[in-house]
Nanobody, 118 residues
Framework: QVQVVESGGGSVQPGGSLRLSCAASRSIFSFNAMGWYRQAPGGQRELVARITSGYSTNYGDFVKGRFTISGDSAKNTVYLQMNNLKPEDTAVYYC????????????WGQGTQVTVSS
């Protein structure tokens, strides 16, 4: 059974920073990829950042160098460091794990709220 649990959300002023954590129930190397997605009220879920088992990364266009995704294999955890946060970054952030070789499927966490407001 695959489980991912997010933590680290909260409220911050514009220009501030937050670090989100996603703890997985198994080695992060066992996943094809892990990533962060977000969904704002009334909006669609969109990719924020993604990291593969080979540690290659890709980001949503809106990130523009402000966020960094990384993994700690010893803790089975993937992080999203978010700097220079903007009000438009306000959303629920979800951790995603892509698992399985023959029949890959997505696993999602429950989400963590990030609010950027003055």
């Amino acid at each position: 059974q695959v489980q991912v649990v997010e933590s680290g959300g909260g409220s911050v002023q514009p220009g501030g920073s937050l670090r989100l954590s996603c703890a997985a129930s198994r080695s992060i190397f066992s996943f094809n990829a892990m990533g962060w997605y977000r969904q704002a009220p009334g909006g669609q879920r969109e990719l924020v950042a993604r990291i593969t088992s080979g540690y290659s990364t890709n980001y949503g266009d809106f990130v523009k160098g402000r966020f960094t995704i990384s993994g700690d294999s010893a803790k089975n955890t993937v992080y999203l460091q978010m700097n220079n946060l903007k009000p438009e970054d306000t959303a629920v952030y979800y951790c995603n794990a892509d698992f399985g070789s023959k029949y890959p499927r997505d696993y999602w966490g429950q989400g963590t709220q990030v609010t950027v407001s003055s």
